[in-house]
């Protein structure tokens, strides 16, 4: 475990999944925690259900590629705080199961629109805070699809790739004001939506569903949200202090560059 207690951090995209994993992990580990997602009965279901242990639950309807929703998401929380946020996880994002040949521009412009339109949404109104703060940490969740090229992934790969982008550029401009930007890319995690929606899409379309393909994982077996969330805890915590602009891959080594 680590010492986060009486930080304060939004987890984007927090209602189920990797997002809440994330969230729970960091309430375990002391942080008032704010859970934000474009579901509103989904994510005060799981606000209600962790505040039970915890009691340090703060939540919020917002759709994060709406910059003006993000503003008022923003003020809501730290009016609840009455503080700022030490903490920013943008994890919240959407996938489509689709090549060029196949892809509808509404799904290509929606999937930018939320995982890099957010990304930079939540970041620019938040970096302000934390630079007048004199410090904070930022951690993007992007993918080993922002590595590598992967089949029928175009519109998912092109934002997770600039995430990685995004997440270095803001290291190099953040640095000097205490500000640490790191990313993880994480490889199949199962027990998710997006992984229940990608399997039901690639059906469709002959993509095999993760449990076949998990013979291809070194360490033998898909990964679960809370893997993901033990190390974005590390990253948050003071043992990563020199660690900014890693964009650092949770995939049972399944992608290694
Ligand atoms: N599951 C995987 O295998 C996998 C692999 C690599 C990366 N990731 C990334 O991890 C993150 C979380 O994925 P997950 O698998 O937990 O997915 P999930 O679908 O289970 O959860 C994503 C959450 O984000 C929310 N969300 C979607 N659009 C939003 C918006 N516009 N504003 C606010 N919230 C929004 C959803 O309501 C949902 O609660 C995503 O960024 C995803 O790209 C997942």
Redesign the pocket.
């Known amino acids: 475990m680590y010492r986060l207690e009486g930080r304060h951090a939004i987890v ?10 994330i969230a729970e992990r960091l309430i375990a580990e002391g942080c008032t925690v704010s859970l ?4 509103g009965d ?2 005060a279901l ?1 606000a209600n259900e962790i505040a039970g242990s915890a009691g340090k639950v703060h939540f919020a309807e ?5 910059r003006q929703a993000v503003a008022s998401a923003l003020a809501a929380t730290r009016t609840a705080w009455n503080a700022g946020p030490d903490i920013l996880v ?6 489509q199961v689709a090549s060029i040949l196949d892809s509808e521009p509404k799904d290509f412009d929606r999937t930018i ?3 890099i339109g ?1 990304t930079y949404n939540c970041c620019y109104e938040v970096a302000p805070l934390m630079r007048d703060a004199g410090g904070g940490l930022i951690i993007n ?6 590595k590598s090229g992967r089949p029928m992934s175009m519109a ?1 790969c092109a ?2 790739f600039a ?1 990685i982008g995004m997440t270095q550029s803001m290291a190099l401009d953040l640095s000097s004001h205490g500000i640490r930007v790191n990313a ?15 399997d039901a899409a690639g059906a469709l379309k002959g993509v095999p569903p ?1 449990q076949e393909r998990e013979h291809l994982i070194p360490l033998g077996r ?2 679960k ?1 809370r893997d ?1 969330a033990n190390v974005v805890a590390f990253l948050i915590s003071d043992e990563a202090d020199y660690m900014t602009g890693q964009s650092v891959n949770v995939t049972g080594g399944l992608w290694m560059n």
């Open positions: 984007t995209g927090a209602a189920r999944g990797i997002g809440r994993a934000w997602d474009v579901d989904e994510v799981a917002v759709d994060v590629s709406d943008n994890n919240a994002g959407i996938g629109a939320v995982n957010g969740i992007a993918s080993w699809f922002g998912y934002s997770k995430i993880v890319c994480p490889g199949t995690i199962t027990d998710t939506q997006m992984r229940e929606q990608a993760a898909l990964g949200p993901i």
